[in-house]
């Protein structure tokens, strides 16, 4: 069965940290770029970063370059978002996907809720 499915939310003060995990099934998960989009309230859904299969290219969205970390473990076919200082401005549901064009259905994201 192919699906992703994301954990690792809740609530965090700000300055906080949180790793957030998407576990992936289905597919020949090493051979796929994947990638972290959060939504917020109200706002469309936003790419995140973007991490290659072998995991050696990385790209971030200015918003969370420097405070956010892509990484991934082929073996265990799942995708990490290491996120550091964190503001409110982060309160979102996060989800992982492959590029577009080969997205699968959306998993049902883990909330990330930023507050004191």
């Known amino acids: 069965q192919v699906q992703l499915v994301e954990s690792g939310g809740g609530l965090v003060q700000p300055g906080g940290s949180l790793r957030l995990s998407c576990a992936a099934s289905g597919f020949t998960f090493s051979t796929y770029i994947m990638n972290w989009y959060r939504q917020a309230p109200g706002k469309e859904r936003e790419f995140v970063a973007s991490?290659?299969?072998?995991?050696?290219?990385?790209s971030y969205a200015d918003s969370v370059k420097g405070r956010f970390t892509i990484s991934r473990d082929n073996a265990k076919n799942t995708v990490y978002l290491q996120m550091n200082s964190l503001s409110p401005d982060d309160t979102a549901v996060y989800y992982c996907n492959r590029n577009p064009g080969v997205q699968l259905s959306w998993g049902q994201g883990t909330q990330v809720t930023v507050s004191s």
């Open positions: 991490i290659s299969g072998s995991g050696n290219g990385r």
